[in-house]
């Protein structure tokens, strides 16, 4: 196992806990949006999306830029990595999110009256925890489809015939696009890892349930490998990247 895969694993998940986490604490926690949900709900999903865009192009020709157990499943089931591989992109994941969650919460707990139990930590949550009261059934539906979503984008822009070059943008958007729908539903999370840092320092209904962050999106992930196969077996001829220039007579 290359030490250095796993250091950017892990570097590369600390790091969207920290910033796109801690957007989602000043949103929801310290109310620097004001009272509207909406705004905090955009600010948030922005920040996923494109600090998953900047990782994807820095980090990405090292690892592909996993940054998600999730993704790692993907890439697992899809045959495209090892297991021991992908034993090591988890364990660096895991370790990088609790960094992160670590770093921000050091961080904020420097500002006046911030208090982890009253302004959270960006912690993924259902029944009361959720915006719209969404139960342990729909907070299951909406973190599988969520993640389907996401991985399937993920696998099917990182194939060897796809554009390499674009393949941040859709990763970005993507994830972009399941957190609005999904901040208000449970959080988002889509990511074990991501789930797990911010639950370990909030502790109660967080920590209690994590099992649903962890288990859903896996699922969500292994669905999205099968269904990538399914439609893209073997190898396809990469797309032209020019058009044809027009026959003249």
Same mark, same amino acid.
């Given at each position: 196992?290359?030490? /250095?895969?796993?250091?950017?694993? =892990? ?23 004001? /009272? ?5 709900? &955009? ?5 996923? =999306? ?13 690892t ?15 045959? /495209? ?6 034993? #090591?992109?988890?364990?660096?994941? &895991?370790? #990088? ?5 670590? &770093? ?8 006046? #009256? ?5 302004? =959270? ?12 009261g969404l ?36 990763? #970005?958007?993507?994830?972009t ?16 890892? /991501?789930?797990?840092g911010?639950?370990?320092f ?48």
């Amino acid at each position: 196992m290359d030490v /250095r895969k796993l250091v950017v694993e =892990g570097l590369g998940t600390a790091c969207l806990v920290f910033f796109a986490v801690g957007v989602a604490t000043l949103s929801f926690g310290f109310g620097v949006t004001g /009272r509207s949900l909406s705004a905090g709900v &955009v600010a948030t999903a922005f920040a996923f =999306g494109l600090v998953l865009l900047a990782l994807a192009y820095a980090l990405g020709p090292i690892t592909g830029c996993h940054v998600n157990p999730a993704v790692t499943l993907g890439f697992l089931v899809a045959k /495209r990595i090892s297991l021991n591989e992908a034993i #090591g992109y988890w364990v660096a994941q &895991v370790v #990088g999110a609790i960094v992160g969650a670590g &770093v921000l919460r050091l961080m904020f707990e420097a500002a006046q #009256g911030y208090s982890t139990k009253r302004d =959270g930590l960006g912690a993924n949550g259902f029944g009361g925890q959720s915006m719209v009261g969404l139960g342990t059934g729909g907070a299951l539906i909406a973190e599988v489809a969520m993640t389907f979503l996401f991985v399937f984008v993920v696998l099917t822009v990182t194939r060897r015939a796809a554009w390499p070059q674009l393949g941040g943008v859709a990763i #970005g958007l993507a994830l972009t696009t399941v957190h609005l729908i999904g901040i208000p539903l449970t959080g988002t999370s889509v990511n074990p890892a /991501r789930s797990i840092g911010p639950a370990l320092f909030v502790g109660g209904a967080a920590l209690s349930q994590l099992w649903l962050f962890i288990v859903a999106p896996l699922v969500g992930g292994a669905l999205a490998a099968l269904l990538s196969d399914y439609l893209y077996p073997g190898e396809i001829a990469a797309p032209e990247t020019m058009a044809e220039e027009p026959v003249t007579t």
